[in-house]
């Protein structure tokens, strides 16, 4: 079970922090982290990390904006969200996944199992 906190509304250059907090993740390695979709637009992988080794990716526009951290105790993750900007406006959805390809949209969806209830950040002025 994945629990997200932290959305909202900011201005463009603002900032912004979400939180997904786990439970009941048994594997021994898996990716962490979030997922956004945009009104009108196809789902894409935003930032993950993996809960052995903290290796991150993040989608080319995030780069330089967002990190994704994780507090292996809390079995929670963050995702700091920098100089936002209007594109960044979606709901934004944890995840978890044994398949690190999902993120980069190679991978299937059918690979995740579990999400969160959804964030929505608006980025607006």
């Known amino acids: 079970q994945l629990v997200e906190s932290g959305g909202g509304s900011v201005q463009p250059g603002g900032s912004l922090r979400l939180s997904c907090t786990a439970s009941g993740v048994t594997a021994d390695w898996y990716t962490i982290g979030w997922f956004r979709q945009a009104p009108g637009k196809k789902r894409e992988g935003v930032a993950c990390i993996t809960n052995t080794d903290g290796s991150t990716y993040y989608l080319d526009s995030v780069k330089g904006r967002f990190t994704i951290s994780g507090d292996n105790p809390k079995n929670t993750v963050y995702l700091q969200m920098n100089n936002v900007k209007p594109e960044d406006t979606a709901v934004y959805y944890c995840?978890?996944?044994?398949?690190?390809?999902?993120?980069?949209?190679?991978?299937?969806?059918?690979?995740?199992?579990?999400w969160g209830q959804g964030a929505l950040v608006t980025v607006s002025a």
């Open positions: 995840a978890v996944s044994q398949d690190p390809l999902v993120w980069a949209g190679i991978g299937s969806e059918s690979s995740i199992d579990a």
